[in-house]
Protein backbone atom coordinates (compact mmCIF):
# COMPACT_ATOMS: atom_id res chain seq x y z
CA UNK A 1 0.00 0.00 0.00
CA UNK A 2 1.27 3.47 -0.96
CA UNK A 3 2.18 5.79 2.05
CA UNK A 4 0.42 8.84 2.29
CA UNK A 5 0.92 11.99 4.20
CA UNK A 6 -2.12 13.91 5.95
CA UNK A 7 -0.62 16.89 6.31
CA UNK A 8 -3.14 19.63 5.69
CA UNK A 9 -2.82 23.05 3.94
CA UNK A 10 -4.89 25.88 2.85
CA UNK A 11 -4.52 26.95 -0.81
CA UNK A 12 -6.88 28.10 -3.45
CA UNK A 13 -9.32 30.23 -0.88
CA UNK A 14 -9.08 27.56 1.78
CA UNK A 15 -8.94 23.71 -0.28
CA UNK A 16 -6.81 21.43 1.74
CA UNK A 17 -3.75 20.49 -0.61
CA UNK A 18 -3.12 16.75 0.02
CA UNK A 19 0.25 15.24 -0.34
CA UNK A 20 -0.18 12.30 -2.40
CA UNK A 21 1.96 10.31 -4.42
CA UNK A 22 2.15 10.08 -8.37
CA UNK A 23 0.67 7.25 -10.14
CA UNK A 24 3.10 4.76 -11.39
CA UNK A 25 0.65 2.11 -13.56
CA UNK A 26 -1.69 4.39 -15.85
CA UNK A 27 -3.68 1.32 -16.42
CA UNK A 28 -6.49 1.84 -14.40
CA UNK A 29 -6.31 5.73 -13.16
CA UNK A 30 -10.25 5.87 -11.71
CA UNK A 31 -9.66 2.49 -9.63
CA UNK A 32 -6.17 3.88 -8.42
CA UNK A 33 -6.94 7.27 -7.87
CA UNK A 34 -10.01 5.89 -5.77
CA UNK A 35 -7.60 3.93 -3.48
CA UNK A 36 -4.98 6.57 -3.24
CA UNK A 37 -7.89 9.73 -2.45
CA UNK A 38 -9.51 7.01 -0.08
CA UNK A 39 -6.70 5.99 1.71
CA UNK A 40 -5.40 9.92 2.27
CA UNK A 41 -9.27 10.83 3.13
CA UNK A 42 -9.58 8.09 5.94
CA UNK A 43 -5.71 9.06 6.95
CA UNK A 44 -6.92 12.54 7.92
CA UNK A 45 -7.64 13.31 11.31
CA UNK A 46 -10.98 15.18 9.73
CA UNK A 47 -12.13 15.76 13.73
CA UNK A 48 -9.38 17.09 14.89
CA UNK A 49 -9.84 20.01 12.23
CA UNK A 50 -11.62 23.20 13.48
CA UNK A 51 -13.13 23.55 9.61
CA UNK A 52 -14.76 21.43 7.11
CA UNK A 53 -11.82 20.09 5.01
CA UNK A 54 -12.64 20.90 1.49
CA UNK A 55 -10.64 19.24 -1.71
CA UNK A 56 -8.91 20.88 -4.98
CA UNK A 57 -9.80 18.58 -7.20
CA UNK A 58 -6.85 19.60 -9.77
CA UNK A 59 -4.58 20.11 -7.09
CA UNK A 60 -5.15 16.47 -6.84
CA UNK A 61 -5.01 15.42 -10.13
CA UNK A 62 -1.42 16.95 -10.72
CA UNK A 63 -0.55 15.43 -7.58
CA UNK A 64 -1.29 12.17 -8.71
CA UNK A 65 -0.23 12.92 -11.95
CA UNK A 66 -3.56 12.12 -14.12
CA UNK A 67 -6.03 14.50 -15.87
CA UNK A 68 -9.03 15.23 -13.53
CA UNK A 69 -11.12 12.78 -14.98
CA UNK A 70 -10.21 10.19 -13.03
CA UNK A 71 -10.11 11.98 -9.84
CA UNK A 72 -13.63 13.33 -10.81
CA UNK A 73 -14.66 9.82 -11.32
CA UNK A 74 -13.38 8.78 -8.06
CA UNK A 75 -14.53 11.55 -5.98
CA UNK A 76 -18.14 10.39 -7.34
CA UNK A 77 -17.53 7.31 -5.86
CA UNK A 78 -16.48 7.98 -2.77
CA UNK A 79 -19.41 10.57 -2.57
CA UNK A 80 -21.55 7.55 -3.15
CA UNK A 81 -19.75 5.74 -0.26
CA UNK A 82 -20.40 8.55 1.75
CA UNK A 83 -16.58 10.04 2.34
CA UNK A 84 -17.06 12.99 0.63
CA UNK A 85 -19.91 15.58 -0.65
CA UNK A 86 -20.18 18.09 -3.25
CA UNK A 87 -21.78 21.55 -2.58
CA UNK A 88 -22.46 23.44 -5.96
CA UNK A 89 -20.09 26.92 -6.64
CA UNK A 90 -18.29 25.66 -3.58
CA UNK A 91 -16.88 22.37 -3.83
CA UNK A 92 -16.11 18.87 -2.36
CA UNK A 93 -15.59 18.55 1.07
CA UNK A 94 -14.70 15.64 3.42
CA UNK A 95 -17.70 14.34 4.74
CA UNK A 96 -17.82 14.80 9.12
CA UNK A 97 -20.55 12.46 10.24
CA UNK A 98 -22.83 13.52 12.94
CA UNK A 99 -23.15 12.22 16.30
CA UNK A 100 -26.00 10.25 15.60
CA UNK A 101 -24.68 8.74 12.29
CA UNK A 102 -21.67 7.68 14.42
CA UNK A 103 -23.61 6.00 16.96
CA UNK A 104 -25.90 4.37 14.35
CA UNK A 105 -22.81 2.90 12.75
CA UNK A 106 -21.18 1.78 15.31
CA UNK A 107 -24.69 -0.10 16.60
CA UNK A 108 -24.99 -1.88 13.55
CA UNK A 109 -20.96 -2.78 13.69
CA UNK A 110 -21.84 -4.12 17.43
CA UNK A 111 -24.10 -6.40 15.56
CA UNK A 112 -21.85 -7.82 12.91
CA UNK A 113 -18.60 -8.13 14.94
CA UNK A 114 -20.86 -10.36 17.53
CA UNK A 115 -21.78 -12.82 14.78
CA UNK A 116 -18.43 -12.57 13.44
CA UNK A 117 -17.21 -13.71 17.33
CA UNK A 118 -19.87 -16.93 17.45
CA UNK A 119 -18.45 -17.79 14.15
CA UNK A 120 -14.95 -18.05 15.13
CA UNK A 121 -15.90 -20.28 18.55
CA UNK A 122 -17.46 -22.70 15.72
CA UNK A 123 -15.08 -22.53 13.25
CA UNK A 124 -11.75 -20.92 13.45
CA UNK A 125 -8.31 -22.62 14.62
CA UNK A 126 -6.51 -22.21 17.63
CA UNK A 127 -3.50 -21.25 15.59
CA UNK A 128 -6.08 -18.25 14.59
CA UNK A 129 -7.63 -17.36 17.40
CA UNK A 130 -3.36 -17.43 19.09
CA UNK A 131 -2.87 -14.56 16.38
CA UNK A 132 -5.45 -12.30 18.04
CA UNK A 133 -3.51 -12.60 21.74
CA UNK A 134 -0.15 -12.08 20.02
CA UNK A 135 -1.32 -8.60 18.99
CA UNK A 136 -1.29 -7.76 22.29
CA UNK A 137 1.67 -8.82 23.39
CA UNK A 138 3.35 -5.73 24.26
CA UNK A 139 0.62 -4.22 26.27
CA UNK A 140 -0.56 -7.43 28.37
CA UNK A 141 0.25 -7.26 32.26
CA UNK A 142 3.05 -5.77 33.77
CA UNK A 143 4.46 -4.04 30.31
CA UNK A 144 3.81 -0.31 29.36
CA UNK A 145 0.32 0.75 29.54
CA UNK A 146 -1.49 0.94 26.08
CA UNK A 147 -2.40 4.89 26.81
CA UNK A 148 2.23 5.18 27.01
CA UNK A 149 2.32 4.34 23.82
CA UNK A 150 -1.26 5.02 22.21
CA UNK A 151 -0.46 5.87 18.12
CA UNK A 152 1.06 2.23 18.75
CA UNK A 153 -2.28 0.81 20.54
CA UNK A 154 -4.50 3.05 18.31
CA UNK A 155 -3.18 1.23 15.09
CA UNK A 156 -3.32 -2.43 16.66
CA UNK A 157 -7.06 -1.64 17.86
CA UNK A 158 -8.03 -1.14 14.79
CA UNK A 159 -6.37 -4.29 13.45
CA UNK A 160 -7.95 -6.11 15.82
CA UNK A 161 -11.33 -5.18 15.43
CA UNK A 162 -10.94 -5.82 11.82
CA UNK A 163 -9.22 -9.04 12.84
CA UNK A 164 -11.93 -10.69 14.10
CA UNK A 165 -14.09 -9.65 11.11
CA UNK A 166 -12.39 -11.58 8.63
CA UNK A 167 -11.45 -14.71 11.07
CA UNK A 168 -15.24 -15.35 10.93
CA UNK A 169 -15.06 -16.64 7.40
CA UNK A 170 -18.26 -15.42 6.52
CA UNK A 171 -17.57 -12.97 2.74
CA UNK A 172 -20.68 -11.28 2.73
CA UNK A 173 -19.97 -10.28 6.51
CA UNK A 174 -16.71 -8.72 5.67
CA UNK A 175 -18.08 -6.90 2.92
CA UNK A 176 -20.70 -5.67 4.47
CA UNK A 177 -18.44 -4.35 7.30
CA UNK A 178 -15.47 -2.75 5.11
CA UNK A 179 -16.84 0.52 4.56
CA UNK A 180 -18.60 0.81 7.67
CA UNK A 181 -15.38 0.07 9.27
CA UNK A 182 -13.48 2.23 7.57
CA UNK A 183 -16.23 5.57 8.60
CA UNK A 184 -15.30 4.46 11.86
CA UNK A 185 -11.64 4.18 11.94
CA UNK A 186 -11.26 7.65 11.80
CA UNK A 187 -13.42 8.18 14.88
CA UNK A 188 -11.62 5.47 16.75
CA UNK A 189 -8.63 6.94 16.47
CA UNK A 190 -9.97 10.50 17.73
CA UNK A 191 -11.71 8.74 20.53
CA UNK A 192 -8.96 6.03 21.80
CA UNK A 193 -7.39 8.66 23.79
CA UNK A 194 -10.14 9.94 25.63
CA UNK A 195 -11.15 9.44 28.86
CA UNK A 196 -9.61 5.82 30.12
CA UNK A 197 -10.68 4.18 27.15
CA UNK A 198 -7.23 2.71 25.85
CA UNK A 199 -6.63 1.18 29.47
CA UNK A 200 -10.28 -0.07 29.31
CA UNK A 201 -9.88 -1.00 25.71
CA UNK A 202 -7.11 -3.52 26.64
CA UNK A 203 -8.84 -5.29 29.05
CA UNK A 204 -11.58 -5.59 26.97
CA UNK A 205 -9.77 -7.42 23.79
CA UNK A 206 -8.21 -9.62 26.33
CA UNK A 207 -11.37 -11.17 27.63
CA UNK A 208 -12.76 -11.56 24.56
CA UNK A 209 -10.00 -12.82 23.31
CA UNK A 210 -10.36 -15.76 26.65
CA UNK A 211 -13.52 -16.36 25.84
CA UNK A 212 -12.74 -17.37 21.98
CA UNK A 213 -10.12 -19.27 23.08
CA UNK A 214 -12.30 -20.95 25.08
CA UNK A 215 -14.78 -21.49 22.73
CA UNK A 216 -17.03 -20.18 24.44
CA UNK A 217 -20.15 -18.37 22.34
CA UNK A 218 -21.90 -16.96 24.45
CA UNK A 219 -19.51 -15.29 26.13
CA UNK A 220 -17.69 -13.48 22.51
CA UNK A 221 -21.02 -12.48 21.40
CA UNK A 222 -21.62 -10.54 24.38
CA UNK A 223 -18.43 -9.57 25.36
CA UNK A 224 -18.10 -7.96 21.47
CA UNK A 225 -21.54 -6.68 21.65
CA UNK A 226 -20.63 -4.54 25.01
CA UNK A 227 -17.32 -3.48 23.75
CA UNK A 228 -18.84 -1.65 20.71
CA UNK A 229 -22.08 -0.54 22.34
CA UNK A 230 -19.58 1.07 25.20
CA UNK A 231 -17.74 3.08 22.28
CA UNK A 232 -21.47 4.29 21.21
CA UNK A 233 -22.34 5.02 24.69
CA UNK A 234 -18.93 7.45 25.28
CA UNK A 235 -19.96 8.67 22.18
CA UNK A 236 -23.31 10.02 23.11
CA UNK A 237 -21.50 11.02 26.13
CA UNK A 238 -18.55 13.01 25.40
CA UNK A 239 -18.11 13.31 21.55
CA UNK A 240 -19.44 16.78 21.24
CA UNK A 241 -17.15 17.85 18.58
CA UNK A 242 -19.51 15.32 16.07
CA UNK A 243 -22.51 18.35 16.74
Given at each position: MMSVESTIRRV????????????ED??????RAYAALKEVIVSLNIYDQPNEVRLDERQLAQSLGVSRTPVREAMAQLER????HSVPR??????RKTKREVIEMIQVWAALESLAARLITMNASDEEIGRLRQMFASFDEGDEAPH??????????IQFHQTIIAMGGNGILEGLAENLFTHMRMIRRK???????ADRSIQDHLAIIQALEARDTGAAEVLVRNHALG???HVARFADYLE
Open positions: NGGAAKLSVAPLTSTFKNEGFVRGIYVVAKLDEYSEINTIGEEDRLAE
